[in-house]
């Protein structure tokens, strides 16, 4: 016999201090997924620099990618893609687990260790980032 | 407990589609960022060692293949996220068309911009 669980609208932010570690995790998991599909489409204009760069002028790639290393701003903001790309990776691992029926009863101590883990992740990451922009 | 909060139609096509990409885009992010932060710093890319990296059969091939499943993943991932929040009827198929059509306009320029990181020209 199945039960039904009412988790209430995980929509609704206004209750946000009620909410339970697997709504914050669908909560962060979206809002992730959001800026890495944002992050892909502004990707793939600024590498569109490579088709003029194929056709002789290879400056407009180079010049383009080295000038955005080059602002703080760019090295900060690529910490904070680490930090939602690592973050989906691993609470996306968590959910096939999860999906696979592995680790049911110990989803809020998983979602506890993803994101201590990308917080792990990203601050030995730091220096590696913004080596240079300083 | 076993509450699970998920935007999608449980064991459906999209919904397995949707673990077979991550699965690869995992393995394949990780590499990307390695490669391009760590063993390549990203701010010492030129136009030549991309070139050099994009010639290779097998590293093209992943890329463009990276390409399509991020670009599935991420518009399947849009796609049900907005039906989840109550998207329905007509606005629901506009929706769908239009991240249908990003989707492959995604997909036909980044495939541009993999050949033209080749060599090729790829110009209009």
Redesign the interface.
């Known amino acids: 016999m199945s039960q039904s ?1 009412d ?1 209430g609208l ?2 609704d932010f206004g209750r946000w201090q009620e909410f ?1 570690a ?2 914050w ?2 909560v962060l998991h ?1 809002f992730t ?2 800026v ?2 944002g992050y ?2 502004t990707h ?1 204009a600024v ?2 620099t ?6 002789g002028d ?1 400056a407009v ?2 010049g383009t ?2 000038s955005l ?2 602002l703080t701003v760019v090295r900060i903001l ?1 910490v904070g893609l ?1 930090s939602v ?1 690592v973050f989906h ?1 691993l609470n ?2 968590r ?2 687990f ?2 696979l029926g592995v680790g ?2 110990s ?2 101590r998983s979602f506890y260790a993803s994101l201590v883990l990308t917080g792990a992740i990203v601050v030995a ?1 730091v220096p ?2 913004i ?2 922009a300083f | ?5 998920s ?1 999608f139609e449980p064991k459906g096509t999209r919904w397995f589609l949707q ?1 077979i990409t ?2 690869f ?2 393995v394949v ?2 590499f990307h ?1 390695m490669l391009l ?2 063993v390549n ?3 010492e ?4 060692g ?1 070139q050099a990296r994009m010639s290779q059969i097998g590293y093209f091939a992943t890329m463009v293949l990276f ?1 399509g499943t ?2 599935f993943h ?2 399947n ?2 796609y049900n ?1 907005l039906v989840n ?1 109550g998207l329905s009827g007509t606005r629901k198929t506009a929706v769908k068309y239009t991240l249908v059509g ?1 989707g492959l306009l ?1 997909t036909v ?2 495939i ?2 993999a050949l ?8 209009l």
Do not use: C
């Open positions: 669980y988790r995980v929509e339970s697997g709504m995790a669908w979206k997924g959001w890495l599909i892909l489409f793939i590498l569109s490579a088709i003029p760069a194929a056709t290879p790639y180079t990618l080295q290393e080059e690529e680490l790309a990776i996306g691992v959910l096939l999860v999906d049911l009863g989803q809020d990451s590696t980032f080596s240079g | 407990m076993a509450e699970r909060y935007s673990r991550a699965g885009l995992i992010l990780a960022f932060h760590f710093h990203a701010y890319i030129t136009f030549m991309t390409l991020a670009t991420g518009v991932g849009v996220a929040q990003a995604l320029q980044g541009r911009v033209a990181m080749t060599g090729m020209n790829v110009t």
